[in-house]
Nanobody, 119 residues
Framework: QVQLVESGGGLVQAGGSLRLSCAAS????????MGWFRQAPGKEREFVAR????????YYADSMKGRFTISRDNAKNMVYLQMDSLKPEDTAVYYC????????????WGQGTQVTVSS
């Protein structure tokens, strides 16, 4: 199992940047694909980005491409989401998630961190 704790959320003006961090427990961190999801008020949770076990491949939702960057540091058991050119519609609770390689569903989740972008 893996436990996830997000940090780095906050209030930022439109056009600004934030870097979210996710600390993972466990000695098998490098065997998990890692992802970020978000949920805005009144909306369903949506995919933001994913990074493979080695960090060699990354995937993004279309609306985040070019603005968000996911990365990981397996030596530190950390995953990051660099968010640039933030928009008010990026306001949401952001969740870190993990899944074992080969699984289709992310089944480990953090508690979330709030990101608020003011116009």
């Amino acid at each position: 199992q893996v436990q996830l704790v997000e940090s780095g959320g906050g209030l930022v003006q439109a056009g600004g940047s934030l870097r979210l961090s996710c600390a993972a427990s466990g000695r098998t961190f490098s065997t998990y694909d890692m992802g970020w999801f978000r949920q805005a008020p009144g909306k369903e949770r949506e995919f933001v980005a994913r990074v493979t076990t080695s960090g060699g491949s990354t995937y993004y939702a279309d609306s985040m491409k070019g603005r968000f960057t996911i990365s990981r540091d397996n030596a530190k058991n950390m995953v990051y989401l660099q968010m640039d050119s933030l928009k008010p519609e990026d306001t949401a609770v952001y969740y870190c998630a993990a899944k074992l390689v080969g699984r289709s569903v992310f089944n480990y989740w953090g508690q979330g961190t709030q990101v608020t972008v003011s116009s």
